[in-house]
């Protein structure tokens, strides 16, 4: 084997593959990345037996062949190397060598035979994608994902397909977030739980362009197909939240606010709630909602604070407790100027929505407060 490539191109390569090598393994091979030749190109591919990804790189290929190399040091060592083009290429010994300018390092090298082959998809249901709008629909729904395995179905989003529209829904059992999108094309109705794991990487990978990606989705497994990239990742098992009917449909209290400067009012008392000092402890917000305005106020042992602003409400005066970071999260994904916030109850879910956007939601339950 014998290639020459553009190091930018290859970095680019390497950087979409190596966070799905496996580092914790009982199989050393896949600790590694597979390179593989065809015509002008290399094939790219790493695997942890639950995500595999393939990327494709334009190259010289002078010599075709397939090698796994160790995927930190591989990388590591391209990353320092000058921004200039790089042969690479296998000697007598089944070692790599890494020729740039001045630079020679040679690296061991595994048996591409034993590297274990992607799964074979047999898509029974598919959708395409401009690959800003899913970009946009996995920012404004992961964070929202559960971090807590024991219950491994909502540590993934639900992708589903009813009545023509794509719903991503994510949940941790105290908020929700959920984006849709109306298809231009019909589509069959599906659904699957794809992990988050695979979405963040996913979105890593995709660009912010108007570039098709395709999504399609089997039994227990699901592929992302774009021009020089597959991703293959297994599903999530189990029953997904019925969503739909834990959105309250009405609301008894609303107000219409600027969403920088709330965001602005929640990051400052954030500082006294989310204390540095007493890092075991979180202490909630307490939101007022009077006539025309609305009052934010925590207090603890590091000392207290309050947030007054001037909003358009309407319905009745309402207290609330709430995590900060639950609303901060949802404000840093939405880009309108003005969002409605909906309160039921003091104990009722609130809902922060986009005043012109009516495709994102993002639900958060309560926290009870303390009687004075």
Same mark, same amino acid.
């Given at each position: 084997?014998?290639?020459?490539?553009?190091?930018?191109?290859? /970095?680019?390569? *390497?950087?979409?593959?190596?966070?799905? %090598?496996?580092?914790?393994?009982?199989? =050393?091979?896949?600790?590694?990345?597979?390179?593989?030749?065809?015509?002008?190109? $290399?094939?790219?591919?790493?695997?942890?037996?639950? /995500?595999?990804?393939?990327?494709?790189?334009?190259?010289?290929?002078?010599? &075709?062949?397939?090698?796994?190399?160790?995927?930190?040091?591989?990388?590591?060592?391209?990353?320092?190397? =000058?921004?200039?083009?790089?042969?690479?290429?296998?000697?007598?010994?089944?070692?790599?060598?890494?020729?740039?300018?001045?630079?020679?390092?040679?690296?061991?090298?595994?048996?591409?035979?034993?590297?274990?082959?992607?799964?074979?998809?047999?898509?029974?249901?598919?959708?395409?994608?401009?690959?800003?709008?899913?970009?946009?629909?996995?920012?404004?729904?992961?964070?929202?994902?559960?971090?807590?395995?024991?219950? @491994?179905?909502?540590?993934?989003?639900?992708?589903?397909? /009813?009545?023509?529209?794509?719903?991503?829904?994510?949940?941790?059992?105290?908020?929700?977030?959920?984006?849709?999108?109306?298809?231009?094309?019909?589509?069959?109705?599906?659904?699957?739980?794809? =992990?988050?794991?695979?979405?963040? &990487?996913?979105?890593?990978?995709?660009?912010?362009?108007?570039?098709?990606?395709?999504?399609?989705?089997?039994?227990?497994?699901?592929?992302?197909?774009? &021009?020089?990239?597959?991703?293959?990742?297994?599903?999530?098992?189990?029953?997904?939240?019925?969503?739909?009917? #834990?959105?309250?449909?009405?609301?008894? %209290?609303?107000?219409?606010?600027?969403?920088?400067?709330?965001?602005?009012?929640?990051?400052?008392?954030?500082?006294?709630?989310?204390?540095?000092?007493?890092?075991?402890?979180?202490?909630?917000?307490?939101?007022?909602?009077?006539?025309?305005?609305?009052? $934010?106020?925590?207090?603890?042992?590091?000392?207290?604070?309050?947030?007054?602003?001037? #909003?358009?409400?309407?319905?009745?005066?309402?207290?609330?407790?709430?995590?900060?970071?639950?609303?901060?999260?949802?404000?840093? #994904?939405?880009?309108?100027?003005?969002?409605?916030?909906?309160?039921?109850?003091?104990?009722? @879910?609130? *809902?922060?929505? @986009?005043?012109?956007?009516?495709?994102?939601?993002?639900?958060?339950?309560? /926290?009870?407060?303390?009687?004075?």
């Amino acid at each position: 084997m014998k290639i020459v490539c553009e190091k930018e191109k290859l /970095i680019k390569g *390497i950087n979409s593959v190596i966070k799905t %090598t496996s580092l914790k393994t009982t199989m =050393p091979i896949l600790e590694g990345i597979l390179i593989q030749t065809n015509k002008n190109e $290399i094939k790219l591919t790493s695997y942890d037996l639950e /995500i595999g990804i393939e990327y494709i790189v334009q190259a010289n290929i002078k010599e &075709e062949g397939s090698i796994v190399v160790n995927s930190i040091m591989f990388s590591e060592i391209i990353k320092k190397l =000058p921004n200039t083009d790089i042969s690479i290429s296998l000697n007598e010994k089944n070692l790599l060598i890494i020729e740039c300018e001045g630079s020679i390092y040679k690296l061991t090298t595994m048996n591409p035979e034993e590297f274990p082959e992607l799964p074979k998809i047999n898509i029974e249901n598919s959708v395409n994608l401009e690959q800003c709008i899913l970009k946009n629909m996995i920012r404004k729904t992961i964070f929202a994902v559960s971090n807590e395995e024991n219950r @491994p179905i909502f540590t993934g989003c639900l992708f589903e397909i /009813i009545d023509n529209k794509l719903n991503v829904v994510a949940v941790d059992g105290f908020r929700l977030a959920w984006k849709n999108k109306i298809l231009s094309t019909k589509q069959n109705n599906f659904s699957a739980v794809i =992990p988050s794991k695979t979405l963040n &990487e996913i979105n890593k990978i995709i660009l912010d362009s108007y570039d098709n990606i395709k999504i399609g989705i089997s039994k227990n497994q699901a592929l992302f197909e774009m &021009e020089k990239c597959k991703v293959v990742t297994r599903l999530l098992d189990g029953e997904f939240l019925n969503y739909s009917s #834990v959105i309250p449909t009405s609301w008894e %209290t609303r107000i219409r606010v600027n969403k920088e400067l709330i965001q602005n009012c929640f990051e400052r008392i954030s500082l006294i709630s989310a204390s540095v000092i007493e890092k075991e402890k979180k202490y909630p917000v307490k939101l007022f909602v009077d006539i025309g305005k609305i009052v $934010i106020s925590c207090a603890n042992q590091m000392g207290d604070a309050k947030e007054e602003m001037y #909003v358009s409400t309407e319905g009745k005066n309402i207290e609330i407790g709430i995590n900060p970071k639950y609303f901060l999260d949802a404000l840093k #994904v939405i880009e309108d100027e003005e969002i409605f916030i909906d309160f039921g109850n003091s104990i009722s @879910p609130c *809902i922060i929505r @986009p005043v012109e956007d009516g495709d994102y939601l993002y639900m958060v339950l309560p /926290i009870r407060l303390k009687e004075d």
